[in-house]
């Protein structure tokens, strides 16, 4: 409960880039972590991405935020929830092909893309239209 409304302080930020920023984190955080293993090579990927993410909360850094959705994510795909998560990070942004490009490429980055990988995908793509 007091996740979910932490979550919603943050997700009400009206910088929309740092909306922006949480549903990446959010997002790259499920396609990391739904095939059960993390590489190498995807760990590398997605710590030069969260680097790189612009952030503008002054109320909690990018990697306190990453690691409460960790838990949020895995139990969306432990109680097969996916599309509720998708469809709550992916509210207002609407093509977004930013969003889209570096989901693929964190999914493409150990040489395979996991069905469960594509399906989630496949969600991101609907749900930006």
């Not at 943050?10 to 984190?25: F, G, V």
């Not at 709550?88 to 969003?99: E, F, R």
């Not at 999914?107 to 749900?127: F, P, Q, S």
Request: aromatic residues 6%; glycine residues 6%.
């Amino acid at each position: 409960m007091l996740l979910s409304k932490l979550k919603g302080l943050l997700l009400s930020e009206t910088d929309p880039n740092q909306t922006k920023s949480e549903a990446m984190i959010a997002l790259a955080t499920l396609i990391y972590q739904c095939d059960g293993k993390i590489k190498a090579s995807e760990q590398a990927e997605f710590d030069k991405f969260l680097l790189e993410l612009p952030w503008t909360n002054p109320r909690i850094s990018k990697e306190t935020f990453h690691s409460g959705v960790i838990g949020e994510s895995r139990m969306a795909l432990e109680r097969d929830q996916i599309e509720a998560f998708v469809e709550k990070y992916c509210v207002g942004l609407s093509g977004d092909t930013d969003l889209l490009a570096s989901l693929k490429s964190l999914a493409e980055v150990d040489g395979h893309v996991d069905d469960r990988e594509a399906a989630i995908l496949l969600m991101v793509t609907a749900k930006l239209g």
